[in-house]
Each structure stands twice: as structure tokens, then as C-alpha cells.
Nanobody, 125 residues
């Protein structure tokens, strides 16, 4: 499975970005999916997860209603809409595959694997 993220860039505080993750080499429709991020000098942290059907989502506490994860199982994609961006959102954002048809795996950061290469998001103040 190959995950390719896109949509990153440099924006100002309060702006929006929409990240996209396209999967190839396999179907993701039966897997929970998620987004993580890693800022310089910090550990990778969980941003958002979505269950395999696309009806349940879970977010990191810092999101505070600003981000929305979604998926299209026909197109084999997972998106992350990010609004009201802050400088502290600056990081490399990664798409990741979670468990197979799980009950709550999309809520468990340690259950994710198969990372993409990441896309840089920079938010200036």
C-alpha cells in the first residue's frame, strides 16, 4: 500500500487548508484511516481518525472543532479539512492506515501503520 499526501503549503493564521491522501496498491475501504502530524523536535501526534465506513470520527484534543476528516471509499482517498489554522499547527502531516474493520481502532493512535511521506503545513503569524 502506498499513501500519498498533498495539499500542504504556507498560510497565515486563520486560513484554511485541505489535505488529501490518495491510496494506491490496495484498497483502504475496509480499514480505519487517520492523520498524524510531527513538528520539529516533537513526537508524532494523532490528529484525526475515521472508521472504515466513514460514519465515526475522533480528533486530538488540540483540534477543538477546527478540523474535519472525511473519506471517499470509491476514490480510495482520505481528506483533512483544516480551518482556523494557528502557528502551532505547523508540522508535517501524515496519512496512515489503521486497523481492518475494527470497532474503535480509529480512536487508537497506536493501531495505525503504513505511513505516507507527509506534506508540510506552515502557518505564519
Amino acid at each position: 500500500l502506498y499513501l500519498a499526501e498533498s495539499g500542504g503549503g504556507t498560510v497565515q493564521t486563520g486560513d484554511s487548508l485541505r489535505l488529501s491522501c490518495v491510496a494506491s496498491g490496495g484498497r483502504i475501504s475496509s480499514f480505519d484511516m487517520g492523520w498524524f502530524r510531527q513538528a520539529p523536535g516533537k513526537e508524532r501526534e494523532f490528529v484525526a481518525g475515521i472508521n472504515w465506513v466513514g460514519e465515526r470520527t475522533h480528533y486530538g484534543a488540540f483540534v477543538e472543532g477546527r478540523f474535519t476528516i472525511s473519506r471517499d471509499n470509491v476514490k480510495n482517498t482520505v481528506d483533512l479539512q483544516m480551518d482556523s489554522l494557528k502557528p502551532e499547527d505547523t508540522a508535517v502531516y501524515y496519512c496512515s492506515r489503521g486497523p481492518y474493520i475494527s470497532r474503535d481502532g480509529y480512536r487508537n493512535p497506536s493501531a495505525f501503520e503504513a505511513w505516507g511521506q507527509g506534506t508540510q503545513v506552515t502557518v505564519s503569524s
